[in-house]
C-alpha cells in the first residue's frame, strides 16, 4: 500500500500518467520507489513494442509472443541489471488483459449471434438494421474511435518488488536488446537521496541516480 502511494505521488509529480495515457510507440516509463531496503519498479511500455501487436492474440506465432513476453518479463534482469546486491522478491503484469480481450470479443460475438437469431423473425428488420448501421456511420464515429484506441492500443504494465543489501546508484537497461522497436525509456525516481528523472535511448542504456 505505501509503495502504491509513493508510486501515484511520483506519477503525479512528473506526469507520468499523463504522459503513459499518451500512448506513443517507441517510448516507455520506469518508475523507482525505494522504501528502504525495498525497492519497487513499475515499467509502463506500448503493446506494439514489447508484443508486436496491441490486440487479442489470432494465432499461433502471436499467442507463442505472448507466452515468450510473460516468460521474460518473470525476472527483472532481463529488462535492466541493477548495480547493487538485490534479490527479486515479487512481480506481477497485466498480460491477462490480452486474454480478457479474446474472451470479450469471443462474448460479443455470440451476444451478436443470439441478437441476430432473435431478431431474424421480427417485422422489416433488414431496413432496421441499415437504419441501424447508418445512425453509427454517420453520428457514431466518435465512439468507435474510443472503442478502438482502448483495443488497439494497450500497454504493457509490469511491475517489480526488490530487496537491496546495499544501496543502488544505476541501472543499465538491457530492454533495449528485447525489445527492438523501443526507442526511449522516460525513467523517474523517488529514493532515499532524492527524486530525479533522466531519458535512456536505445543507445545510452545507463544512468546513474543523482
Known amino acids: 500500500m505505501k509503495f502504491t502511494k509513493q508510486l501515484i505521488c511520483l506519477s503525479l509529480c512528473f506526469g507520468g500518467i499523463a504522459k503513459a495515457q499518451e500512448h506513443v510507440h517507441g517510448a516507455g516509463t520506469v518508475f523507482v520507489i525505494q522504501d528502504g531496503a525495498n525497492w519497487q519498479m513499475q515499467y509502463v511500455l506500448p503493446a506494439a513494442d514489447a508484443l508486436g ?9 502471436q499467442r507463442d509472443s505472448l507466452a515468450s513476453l510473460g516468460h521474460t518479463l518473470e525476472k527483472i534482469e532481463n529488462l535492466v ?3 547493487g546486491k538485490c534479490k527479486q522478491l ?3 503484469h497485466n498480460l491477462d488483459v490480452f486474454e480478457g480481450q479474446e474472451g470479450a470479443e469471443h462474448k460479443h460475438g455470440n451476444l451478436h449471434d443470439e441478437e441476430e437469431e ?6 422489416d428488420e433488414h431496413d432496421e438494421h441499415d437504419e441501424h448501421d447508418e445512425h453509427h456511420k454517420t453520428h457514431g464515429d466518435h465512439d468507435g474511435h ?4 482502448e ?10 518488488t526488490l530487496q537491496c543489501t546495499n544501496q543502488v546508484k544505476g541501472l543499465s537497461f538491457v530492454i533495449f536488446d528485447k525489445m527492438h522497436s523501443l526507442q526511449t525509456l522516460e525513467v523517474q525516481w523517488s529514493i532515499e537521496s532524492g527524486q530525479g528523472s533522466a531519458t535512456l535511448t536505445n543507445s545510452v542504456t545507463d544512468m546513474e541516480f543523482n
Do not use: G, M, R, T
Open 53 to 61: 501487436f496491441e490486440h487479442a492474440p489470432e494465432d499461433k506465432q
Open 151 to 160: 483495443v488497439h492500443h494497450q500497454n504493457i504494465e509490469v511491475s517489480y
Open 118 to 123: 432473435h431478431h431474424h423473425d421480427e417485422h
Open 90 to 92: 515479487d512481480y506481477s
Open 146 to 149: 474510443d472503442e478502438e484506441h
Open 81 to 83: 541489471q541493477l548495480d
